[in-house]
């Protein structure tokens, strides 16, 4: 679904071919005249070739990270992270806790999945008596939203 018919798209190259049909054209195996002579094809031709190289590199190479790698990204990213209110959720298992950011972002899409509703604000409160229990409010907006 195009969202703004009058804008164009894709990126546009000096010739007026765009840098999406030199890809296509790379994909399907041909090469057209023009493709040949132009340099500006040429140039981006040459760009997407080594592009393939390098993720075909990355692809057949893989890196392995050094152990406990995972463990350090995500501690680092604990401690950037400002959670604000977390709840406590039911786990046999382990503690599990889910920030009220979190909770708000999931319940917005699920509400945003329901055809003509969409959720334009979503806020979540812990119930200060019992912290398993939460508020939730939900503003929407569409065809169905209340004025």
């Known amino acids: 679904m195009e969202m703004n018919p009058t804008q164009e798209t894709g990126h546009l190259l000096p010739c007026g071919h765009s840098v999406e049909d030199v ?12 493709a040949l002579n132009c340099p500006h094809c040429t140039t981006a031709r040459a760009s997407l070739d080594e592009l393939t190289e390098a993720t075909r590199a990355l692809i057949d190479d893989p890196a392995t990270p050094p152990a406990g790698f995972l463990d350090k990204i995500m501690t680092a990213v604990r401690a950037d992270l400002s959670l604000g209110q977390t709840i406590r959720l039911p786990s046999p298992t382990a503690r599990v806790d889910i920030s009220t950011y979190a909770l708000a972002a999931m319940l917005r899409y699920v509400v945003d999945g329901v055809d003509g509703i969409c959720a334009h604000e979503c806020r979540v409160e812990v119930s200060p008596d019992n912290s398993g229990a939460v508020k939730v409010w939900i503003d929407q907006t569409g065809p169905e939203a209340p004025t």
Not at 23 to 34: G, L, N, S
Request: charged share 50%; aromatic share 8%.
């Open 23 to 34: 890809w296509d054209d790379m994909e399907a195996d041909r090469i057209t005249d023009h």
